[in-house]
């Protein structure tokens, strides 16, 4: 069964600096997707970033990217020039077949803080 | 712009009620999920349905059932609510099947069992 691990319950981050979250996964498959969410307080949950485990580059969102490395089942998130708004619950996330649909299996978050 | 609809953001019921949750999208999706949030565990698939009438299990289907009548609509009904269901509840969805796309949650609906 895929398992994905989030080993950091909170971080803070001061503004305009550079935080990385971490993220590891467990998975015999071998084409798979990855995904960032990010969770503001009060807020909606929203999609920050994807990766396809068959793509080497690593995808880059603006201000966030991400630092994949497919043998070590390590999918991390770097946000550079930290923003207020950056401040909320971040998880990472593994996209998985059952039956006739995809699902998700996610992490059990990162609280990230950004202070000013 | 994509739209994922929950009727209440807060709900507050009495242990035995039988609860439910509603969901409406309006992106003519054809997968839909239902989530529950909770402080140290993160997100947990209940149900997910890929097509009208359609229903698969998640991972803690116990306790609760769901309905989807239409394509737009995904209901979630607790049956006879228990305080041990108190959570938060996220409604997803997403796309076709194959296309690996991401999914886009509602707003969530945080109910409290007494």
């Known amino acids: 069964a895929q398992t994905v691990t989030q080993s950091q319950p909170e971080m803070s981050v001061q503004e305009a600096e550079t935080v990385t979250l971490s993220c590891t996964y467990d998975t015999s498959e071998n084409n798979y997707y990855l995904f960032w969410y990010k969770q503001p307080p009060s807020r909606q949950m929203i999609l920050v970033i994807r990766?396809?485990?068959?793509?080497?580059q690593n995808a880059t969102e603006n201000r966030f990217s991400v630092n994949f490395q497919k043998a070590a089942k390590s999918f991390s998130l770097k946000i550079s020039d930290s923003q207020l708004g950056d401040t909320a619950m971040y998880f990472c996330a593994f996209m998985k077949q059952q039956g006739g649909s995809e699902k998700l299996v996610f992490g059990k978050g990162t609280k990230l803080t950004v202070n000013p | 712009d994509v739209k994922v609809t929950q009727s209440s953001r807060y709900l507050v019921k009495r242990t035995g009620e039988k609860v439910f949750l509603e969901c409406v999208q309006d992106?003519?999706?054809?997968?839909m999920f239902w989530y529950r949030q909770d402080p140290g565990l993160g997100l947990r698939l209940i149900y997910f349905?890929?097509?009208?009438?359609?229903?698969e299990k998640g991972d803690i289907p116990e306790g609760y059932s769901v309905s989807r009548e239409k394509k737009e609509r995904f209901s979630l009904i607790l049956e006879s609510a228990s305080t041990n269901q108190t959570s938060m509840y996220l409604c997803a969805s997403s796309s076709l099947t194959g296309s690996n796309q991401p999914q886009h949650f509602g707003d969530g609906t945080r109910l409290s069992i007494l």
């Open positions: 990766q396809e485990a068959y793509k080497q």
């Open positions: 349905s890929y097509d009208v009438k359609m229903k």
């Open positions: 992106m003519d999706h054809e997968n």
